[in-house]
Structure formats: C-alpha cells, structure tokens
C-alpha cells in the first residue's frame, strides 16, 4: 500500500479527477484563505508551487479574469495536464502556463519573477530539513524582492477524524443540509480510508513533516524569510503562513 501510495496515488488521483472530488471543504476552504491573503493592490504575477490538479484555479478564476498571471508547477506531468485542461474549462487558458518541474530543482523561470508564490501542502513530503531549506531557495529565487511566499502545510495537530468533521459542517452550512449528508455518509468515507489516515500515518511517523508554530517560523526564517502571519486552518490540522524575503 505505501509503495502505492507513493508511485502511484497522487498520479492516478489527477487523471481520473478522484483526488479533487475527494478532496474535503476544509481542504477548499484552505485555500479560499489563501487566496484572502494575497496582495489586493496590482494584478499579481503568481506560481503555484505543486500546483496539482489545478485545484487553485477554482478559486483565483475571477482574480485571473481580472489581470492575475498565473503559472502553474507540479512534479507530476499528470498533474500539469489536469491544471492546463481545468483551465481551458473555466475560461481563462489565456492567462495561465504550467510546467513540470522538481521543488528541489532550479526552476525553469526568471529570476525575481513572481510577485506571489504560493505553496498549498507541497513542501511537507520532502524528507528533510536540507531539502525542504533546497527547496525554499529555489522558491526565493523566482520570488521578487518585494514579493510574498504563503505556504499551507500540515501541523503536529492533523486529525483525519477532525479534518472530515468540520468539513461536513461546512458542506451543511454553505450547501445545504442534504449535501452535507451525502458527503458525510457517501464520500468522505472513502477521503479519510483512501487519503487522510495514510496521509496521517506518514505524518505521525515523521516520514513527512508535521510543523509546530514555532518550527514552521523557524524554518522559514532560517531561509531567509521575515513571517508576516501565520494562522491555523484545515480543521486546526494545518498552518497557513505569509513570509517576506529578507533584503
């Protein structure tokens, strides 16, 4: 099942679109924070750093139609090809580009290009301190010296049984009492057996990293980021920060 997990799952979940309808509220609702916390005042120039599916772009459609650049990253060519067709959905394939690339590679952009990027639970799988530290300069490299790094990652409080709570709660309170159930009894069964416990067992065995408040602001600091704000979202399973480069 691991083997699976980590050769195939993320792969399979892209192309056959499992992984966004499995995807809990709180997941969405994560990223609507996200997406609350950019810069209001330009047209930015964004990157999605392990963009996935895409799934951002829900969610910045409006922003895009309104002037926003986006650029798309994922390591899975999957995950590239599900961002560009969701695009070409919703409208606004004019304004967005993706490429396939490694975190912990240099990334295939200019310099100082972006005015945000943004890092929705992608750095948390690399192994390391050492990889996660590769992996954030190559981020700062592509970040504008005036720009804005926000990265969502798991904390030492992730609970699947949490996490599928409060998201039927959300599913009840913006959709309605009926989809609440049926997401309750009919899909989030299968998100937290196929996705969110293994996702916790590699958590609680520290094969991926779960962060304190503290270690999250460490590290990023360590990096060569002043942290602007950091708050708890996903149920209290994970930690949304905005960090800017140190000059």
């Known amino acids: 099942m691991e083997k699976f997990y980590g050769k195939r799952y993320w792969s399979v979940g892209f192309q056959s679109k499992l992984y966004d309808r499995l995807s809990p509220e709180s997941y969405f609702e994560s990223m609507r ?22 799934l951002l772009l829900d969610f910045l459609e409006e922003t895009i139609r309104e002037g926003m650049v986006y650029t798309g990253m994922d390591i899975l060519k999957s995950g590239v090809d599900q961002a ?31 005015d945000v990027v943004v890092g929705h639970f992608s750095l948390y799988t690399l192994a390391s301190d050492e990889l996660r530290q590769v992996a954030l300069g190559n981020l700062k ?45 009919l899909v989030y069964p299968f998100t937290k057996s196929l996705g969110l416990r293994f996702i916790q067992k590699q958590l609680y065995s520290e094969k991926w990293k779960a962060y304190t408040r503290e270690e999250f602001s460490g590290e990023m600091e360590r990096a060569g980021f002043k942290v602007l704000h950091v708050e708890e979202v996903y149920a209290g399973g994970a930690f949304l920060g905005c960090f800017a480069r140190n000059q």
């Open 33 to 54: 924070r996200v997406v609350a916390n950019l810069p209001a005042e330009k047209p930015l120039n964004l990157l999605d750093a392990g963009c996935g599916s895409g």
């Open 84 to 114: 560009l067709l969701r695009a070409q959905e919703l409208g606004i394939a004019e304004r967005v580009s993706c490429f396939q690339s490694d975190l912990t590679s240099p990334l295939p952009a200019d310099s100082e290009k972006f």
């Open 141 to 185: 490299a592509v970040l504008k010296k005036e720009g804005m790094l926000v990265l969502v990652n798991p904390s030492v409080g992730y609970d699947a049984d949490l996490i599928i709570k409060k998201s039927s709660q959300l599913v009840r309170e913006r959709y309605g009492y009926f989809s609440g159930l049926i997401k309750q009894f």
